[in-house]
């Protein structure tokens, strides 16, 4: 069973966020503010933190700063009143992997969660299975029912990008920034070809389909 | 550049006073000189035509001391106000961490300058208590707005319920996510009408800011299933990046809420003649003629788009941003229906 630590002073919230986790299969442990969930982590292993940014003692900021200082590299779903852009960069910088905006919606909460767990075991695992395809990221290989391909990595990385969030949009830009690097002189039709390419290769994968959303980008449905 | 104003002006004043010394002692001369013999009763030296130059001399000497004698004492006040005018704008720029200091012994002057010390400090409290209360009040309101919204969303959940219970929690949950929205707008949009946001200006690319901003909106539209139709050129754009993203959040969104099921958003990004203009055209039910110079009103909505959901403060702030960055912006309804928004910047 996972286990979930939660960082939030407003004890009804905590109690709400500590239900609804519960209820959906977690062990959860909730604490008041920063400097709490720093001695909570000394004691035990948890697999994951929700944290909201504004507290006393420690903030949000201040605990996943003082964690990935120390190098423990635990996903970390921060909760936040501040909507505004720099908010979100600043927390982005001190190391969070995700955020929600508050008011939040509980059950939106626990598929973030999921998600970054998951997202934590491909990292981990550099492996990633959707119904009866596995891509293995080291290998650059997608095996499909016993058969075996070797992508070129570009077309890999694509894939395997788009696959690890399924149903979220990537502009062709988020493609060229994060795999080809923000250096790069290619047009970003370059990202057109790749997946004209993929499709073709994976048109009888009944395991997830690649959607173009016009103008705007792609995404991998399953 | 306060170093090079000040000895201008003092300069130019020392100029002027020995040339009006000077025209006054050329033009009125027979008159000074009656002037002088009337009051001396020497009329008999004086009217050797030698002496007459000796006499202008020592008139023209006199406001030449005159002269001098006014920029000195107009040194002791000209200085310490040139200096305080050029602090002051440094103020009005936003700059609200000076504190100004003088040598001058005029009482006067010193009251000044500890008084704008004063009004400096003050200020300065004035825009961290904003920006504080700002973010405060957004914390300290939306938490429990998350607290009823969440439980809500748990009685949602359980299975207990019944068909009218379930509307009243639909009901509980659609207005908690207005009365944040609102939060959110008024916030922001007082933020902007007091300038209190810090302007940040760099360069960014505009057309991926926008697509970004269609997919953050996607859960919006996919449910209503409405195609997008985007057209934009690469457009790099310098402006404030954070500030700008609220625009676009704002039309679009806009644009999705009028659009029927199944509906199409056309979305262009163009140069043209220098400046980026960007139109967004929906295939809703557009807006009614009497009624398209009051949408950017604050908490204006056209007749029954109350119904639709909304707070009417989105398009102001739109609006105020825009203002704020020296951009416009225009509606008019599309040939064959639905409203088209216009931005040009």
Redesign the interface.
């Known amino acids: 069973m996972f286990k979930i630590l939660i960082a939030e002073d407003?004890s009804?919230?905590r109690e709400?966020?500590k239900?609804?986790l519960i209820?959906s299969g977690y062990a959860v442990l909730g604490v008041s503010n920063g400097q709490e969930a720093l001695d909570a982590l000394d004691k035990e292993y948890y697999d994951l933190i929700i944290s909201d940014i504004?507290m006393p003692v420690m903030d949000g900021y201040e605990l996943v700063r003082s964690l990935r200082e120390a190098g423990n590299n635990i996903p970390v779903l921060t909760i936040t009143?501040?909507?505004?852009?720099?908010d979100m960069r600043i927390g982005f910088l001190s190391g969070m992997d995700d955020y929600m905006v508050?008011?939040?919606?509980?059950?939106e909460m626990v598929l973030r969660v999921g998600a970054l767990l998951r997202r934590a075991q491909i990292i981990n695992e550099r492996r990633l299975v959707i119904g009866n395809t596995v891509m293995e990221c080291d290998s650059l290989t997608v095996h499909t029912n016993g058969e075996s391909m070797v992508l070129p990595q570009k077309e890999f990385m694509i894939l395997y990008k788009m696959a690890s969030f399924p149903g979220k949009?990537f502009?062709r830009?988020q493609f060229m920034d994060d795999i080809w690097g923000y250096e790069s002189e290619s047009d970003t039709h370059t990202v057109d070809v790749h997946i004209g390419r993929l499709r073709d290769k994976f048109k009888n994968n009944n395991d997830f389909k690649i959607v173009t959303?016009?103008?705007?980008?792609y995404k991998v449905e399953k | 550049m306060k170093k090079r104003r000040r000895p201008t002006h003092l300069w130019r004043y020392f100029i002027l006073m020995i040339a009006v010394g000077f025209l006054v002692t050329v033009v009125f001369q027979s008159s000074l000189i009656m002037i002088v013999e009337e009051i001396f009763k020497v009329k008999e030296i004086l009217s050797v035509s030698q002496n007459r130059w000796i006499l202008l001399g020592v008139i023209f000497a006199g406001f030449l001391i005159g002269g001098t004698t006014t920029v000195l004492i107009s040194r002791k006040y000209f200085v310490p106000i040139t200096k305080l005018s050029a602090e002051m704008q440094k103020v009005a720029q936003g700059n609200f961490d000076i504190q100004i200091e003088t040598k001058s012994k005029v009482k006067a002057i010193k009251e000044i300058y500890s008084d704008f010390n004063l009004m400096v400090k003050e200020l300065n409290a004035t825009e961290t208590l904003q920006t504080d209360f700002v973010s405060n009040v957004s914390h300290e309101i939306k938490t429990p707005i998350t607290a009823i919204e969440g439980y809500a969303t748990l009685l949602q959940n359980s299975n207990e319920t019944t068909a009218e219970q379930a509307e009243y929690i639909d009901k509980i949950l659609l207005n908690t996510r207005r009365l944040s929205e609102l939060v959110g707008n008024i916030l922001l949009l007082s933020k902007v009408d007091n300038k209190a946001i810090q302007r940040n200006e760099s360069e960014f690319r505009l057309d991926e800011q926008i697509r970004q901003s269609i997919v953050l909106l996607e859960p919006k539209w996919s449910k209503k299933e409405i195609e997008f139709d985007v057209d934009m050129e690469d457009t790099v754009f310098s402006g404030d990046e954070k500030l700008m993203i609220h625009i676009w959040n704002n039309l679009i969104d806009n644009a999705i809420k009028f659009s029927p099921q199944g509906g199409e958003i056309k979305v262009s990004l163009k140069k043209e003649n220098g400046k980026t203009k960007f139109i967004i055209c929906d295939n809703g039910p557009g807006i009614p003629e009497n009624e398209a110079k009051h949408i950017f009103n604050k908490f204006y909505q056209c007749d029954g788009s109350h119904k639709i959901e909304g707070n009417g403060l989105g398009l102001s702030l739109v609006k105020n941003i825009l203002t704020l960055s020296g951009g416009e912006i225009s509606v008019r309804n599309a040939e064959g229906g639905g409203a088209e928004f216009t931005v040009i910047m």
Request: avoid cysteine; glycine fraction near 6%.
């Open positions: 407003d009804d919230l709400l966020f239900k609804v209820q504004m009143a501040k909507d505004a852009f720099d508050k008011p939040v919606n509980v059950n949009i502009t830009q959303i016009r103008g705007i980008g």
